[in-house]
């Protein structure tokens, strides 16, 4: 899988949208971008995913760049209960899931 | 309304001894995963089972194995716990059909305490 890079933390202010950045410049064609997250003291929780095409659900609307090597996750109106830890995967397969660091989103009122 | 179940939510055992975690689903997913979560760290898939199919992690150590007697259970077994097993240990379940993917389902996890 395709290593990917975030910035360890950032703050959003309640009500604002948050866009997060993720890096991964070394992703093959056939690579998905995921998006999980994982608030406190609870299992990881799916966000989007997404492979060429801008995505956008209930929960968030991911960007991807024309070349691929980045993309951004936007929650559109943040609220306190989206503080968590964010994770951009890249991955061939869903079942070949490796977790890096995150970003700690802080969201506050 | 839950999904993926994982009794205990805490558990310790003594250093040696062995223990068993359990992960249930009402999914009817076809692949269930154990990753391990140590302490501010993010999680390191253990390994997974595609149907009957058991695929392991090169690095997973050989002190911790898995059962999966049917669609809805899988077990997470650690023969001789040692200290520095103490973790989170989530179990997850996926929908996987050729080349469609599905998200994964994660549990609330258990803690596994090791004294």
């Known amino acids: 899988d395709a290593k990917t890079t975030q910035p360890p933390s950032m703050d959003c202010a309640e009500g604002r949208a948050a866009n997060l950045p993720c890096n991964h410049s070394t992703i093959s064609g056939n690579e998905y971008v995921y998006w999980y997250r994982q608030i406190h003291s609870q299992g990881p929780q799916y966000i989007i995913h997404?492979?060429?095409n801008n995505e956008t659900n209930e929960m968030a609307s991911l960007i991807i760049t024309e070349d691929r090597k980045s993309s951004t996750l936007i929650l559109p109106h943040a609220t306190l209960r989206d503080t968590a830890v964010y994770y951009c995967?890249?991955?061939?397969?869903?079942?070949?899931?490796?977790f890096g660091a995150g970003t700690t989103v802080t969201v506050r009122a | 309304d839950a999904m993926v179940i994982q009794n205990p939510r805490y558990q310790v055992t003594q250093f040696g001894k062995p223990v068993t975690l359990s992960c249930s689903q009402t999914?009817?997913?076809?692949?269930m995963y154990w990753y391990q979560q140590k302490s501010s760290q993010a999680p390191k898939l253990l390994f997974h089972y595609y149907d009957k199919d058991f695929n392991n992690e090169a690095d997973t150590p050989d002190n911790f194995q898995s059962r999966r007697p049917n669609t809805s259970f899988c077990f997470l077994d650690i023969r001789s716990p040692g200290l520095g097993d103490a973790a989170m240990y989530l179990c997850?379940?996926?929908?996987?059909?050729?080349?469609?993917?599905?998200?994964?389902?994660f549990g609330p996890g258990t803690r596994l305490t090791v004294t």
């Open positions: 995967i890249a991955s061939f397969r869903d079942y070949k899931l490796s």
């Open positions: 997850a379940t996926s929908e996987t059909s050729g080349l469609l993917d599905y998200e994964q389902y």
């Open positions: 999914l009817n997913h076809n692949v």
């Open positions: 997404g492979l060429k």
